[in-house]
């Protein structure tokens, strides 16, 4: 009986992989693009401010909530953050990647690469509270900076508007320093993954041309490794702009998109506004990601 199955399945290898591909197609269709459908739809509802009840009629009037002042700032303070974030992943990243790339041996290559991907086998929730406890107005950078006397310095800093806070562990600087934090690995591994590509003929023959190694790296490891930085830019910032928690423990008074989706969800139970805020992030992605696909960043993927 099974070796007849087998043989059908051997001499049908069309039907073979249809069989193979339809579970996961289906999983797919149904649970990604069926929730994503699902907001959509959603989204064109309101909620009546009497009864508190979602109306289930076609309506633009949530997205034009979208355009009020308050929540028009909430999309430009999550978009900046995830730029900032993306810049600064990109500035941290490319000199590491750059020396797994090119200076260290195999073995040392295997062991930066265990190193950088070890945070990620940790739980989520840990490594950040672990920046809590660093961040915090009695935490571990608090107490170093009393020690060499800059004390004074950060508390001068955290008075600036916008960026400052109570502590860096309710403001805007620890949002943008934990964020960084967390989503390095994801800008570092496609970087090397470019780097590596790289053909080291062509930096060669910029060396025998007289280049100074200044000039190579703008003119040739850069150019070629820049896909690289744009496909890990498309994680940094895609994650940066649809996280909560990071600005629900260290951010202030300041709603970010993944945060004012939780308030409207589940505290105000205002669902049709909720999917119109995520409508925001999705749109944004679509137009990174077609800036992405014309850099060559799927490439470097």
Not at 144 to 164: A, C, E, T
């Amino acid at each position: 009986m099974l070796n007849r199955i087998s043989t059908f399945f051997y001499l049908r290898p069309r039907l073979t992989l249809a069989c193979l591909l339809l579970p996961p197609l289906i999983w797919f269709v149904v649970v990604y693009i069926g929730s994503l459908a699902s907001l959509l739809l959603n989204s064109f509802f309101s909620l009546n401010s009497f009864t508190g009840q979602v109306v289930h009629q076609f309506t633009l009037s949530t997205y034009a909530q979208l355009l009020e002042p308050a929540n028009l700032a909430i999309f430009w303070r999550t978009t900046f953050m995830a730029a900032l974030v993306t810049f600064a992943d990109a500035l941290i990243a490319f000199p590491l990647a750059y020396y797994i790339a090119s200076f260290v041996s195999r073995r040392m290559k295997t062991f930066l690469y265990l190193a950088v991907t070890l945070p990620l086998w940790s739980s989520y929730l840990i490594r950040i509270y672990s920046w809590n406890l660093i961040l915090t107005k009695e935490g571990i950078l608090s107490w170093f900076l009393q020690i060499v006397h800059l004390d004074g310095l950060l508390s001068w800093y955290l008075n600036l508007p916008i960026v400052g806070g109570p502590s860096l562990s309710i403001s805007a600087t620890g949002v943008f320093i934990v964020f960084t934090y967390i989503w390095l690995p994801y800008m570092i591994l496609p970087i090397e993954t470019a780097l590596e590509r790289v053909p080291k003929s062509l930096v060669e023959a910029s060396r025998d041309l007289g280049a100074r190694p200044a000039q190579t790296f703008r003119t040739v490891i850069l150019p070629l490794a820049f896909p690289g930085v744009v496909a890990g830019s498309i994680f940094t910032f895609s994650l940066t702009l649809g996280d909560f928690i990071v600005p629900t423990l260290f951010g202030n008074s300041s709603y970010y998109i993944g945060t004012a989706v939780l308030s409207d969800q589940g505290t105000s139970g205002n669902i049709p506004l909720a999917a119109a805020f995520t409508m925001g992030p999705i749109a944004i992605m679509i137009v990174y990601l077609l800036i992405a696909r014309r850099l060559g960043a799927f490439d470097a993927l």
